[in-house]
Structure formats: C-alpha cells, structure tokens
C-alpha cells in the first residue's frame, strides 16, 4: 500500500506596499492639487485680479475726464498714475483674504480637515504648506494684476501731470510692494481659517482688521492716532506700495517689517490653535 502524501503549498506572498514618508516636498503636492481642484479657487482669483485691474482703470478714466475742471475730486488732486492703478487694491485684499480664509477653514467646515491631519500627523506642515502655497498665488496673481493696471493705466493719463512710465524712480518698488502686499494678506487670510476654524469667523476678522478698525482709530484724539494708526495692518501695508510718504506713514521698509509681524503673529496663533486642540 502507498501512502499519499499531501503537499500543502503556502499561499503565495503579496508584495508589500511601499512605505511613503510624508515629506515636506509631498504636503506642498498635496496642498496645491488641493487648492486648484476647487471651482472657489479659480472664480475668486479671477475676482481678485478683474477688481485690481477694473478699479485700477476706471479711477484713470476718472482722473482722466475730471483735469482741468474745477468740480474734479479732491482725492484726485495729487494722484499719480501709480496711486490710480492701485486703487483696485482695497477690493482686491478683500477677494484674496476671503479666499485664504476658504482654503483652511473651508477644510474644517467639510471635515476634510480629519483626512488631511491623518496624513500629516505633525500638524504643523499642513499650516505652513497651506500658507506657502497660497502666499505664493495671491502674490504672482496680484503682481500680475498690479502690472497689468499700470501699464493700461499709464496710457490712460499720459500727458496729464499724473503721467508716469515704468522707469520713473520707484514705480517698479511700488507694483512690487502691492503684489508682495496682497500675498501677505493671503497668508493672514489662511492663519485666521485655521485659528478660528470657521469662514464666517475668518472673513469677519479679516474685514474687521483690515477696514473697520482704521476708521474705529480715526475716532481716538489726534495724537493717539499718529501713534497708532501707521502701525496698523492696513495702514503698515499700503505704505509697502505707496509712491510718496510724510511724517504720519512709515516708509516702505518699516512697513514691511510691521506687516510682516502681524502676518507671522497670525501664523503663530493659527499654529498653537493647531497643535494643541483636537479637530
């Protein structure tokens, strides 16, 4: 008799998936797939530039229509082609600061927010790719609209005493500077989505900040306000573009370095806000 010996094969192995470490390079992969995957990505950037753009180019025509006549606008006395194309910037920060608030807090609203942190445990690299990706379009989206506005802009008041070319001395500074302006609002826009993890919340602080609190300041005695008003966000911020300052502004350096401790001050909220609650 023959004894039959059965063979038990083991099941063939699976090939193990590969381990993918989370690397900063990764998250901003991930974040900017993110944000051009949404329509409000798209709709509120093109916002932002048609108000910097239009607004820009009907202040010029205004301008324009109004020299010589004694009924032209006071606000418009002293205008230059540069103060002209920038006019749009007041609405276009509102545009871009919205839209930053969007890309964290709207995170939050849909409970994506759960996904993206269990990807990215650390927390932090979610906060700053999010902020440096955004900074980054606002900021290539309105030094692109800033250029476009003066250079139209310019044709528009030639031969007016407003009149001036790329290659008058600080005309290049001032575009730069309401490029580098509205990037930085971005940012602030996304700290403020990520702190108060709410867009009703992030939008209403934004627009608080950056409109309603000057005009709240104009209110204080004068010699308060000279203290503080230069110091203020908005304030601190338009003299990064502005062609000409006096003794109640700061110069563009100075405002700069005050905008830019609001922007990290934001950041640094929105980063403990992060790290320590639970989502």
Known sequence: MSTLTARVEAPPATAARPAHRVTGRRVLASEWSKLWSLRSTWITLGLGLLFLVAFGLIAANHYKSGVGSPRQDRDFATATAVSLSLFG???????????GVLVTAGEYSTGMIRSTLTAVPRRLPVLWSKAAVFGLVALVVATLGAFVAFGFGSVIVSGTPAAMGFSHPGVVR?????????????????ALGTLLRSVAGGI?????????????????????????????????????????HDSTTLSPGAGLLVFLGWTVLALAGAAYRLVRSDV
């Open 89 to 99: 910037t007041n609405f276009a920060q509102l545009a871009l600061g919205v839209l």
């Open 174 to 190: 001032s575009l730069l500077g309401a490029g580098l302006y509205l990037g930085l609002v971005g940012v602030i826009g996304t």
């Open 204 to 244: 209403s602080v934004l627009v608080a900040s950056l409109m309603l609190v000057p005009g709240l300041i104009s209110l204080l005695p004068s010699s308060w306000q000279d203290d503080i008003s230069p110091y203020l966000p908005s304030n601190a911020g338009e003299s990064m573009f502005a062609l000409t």
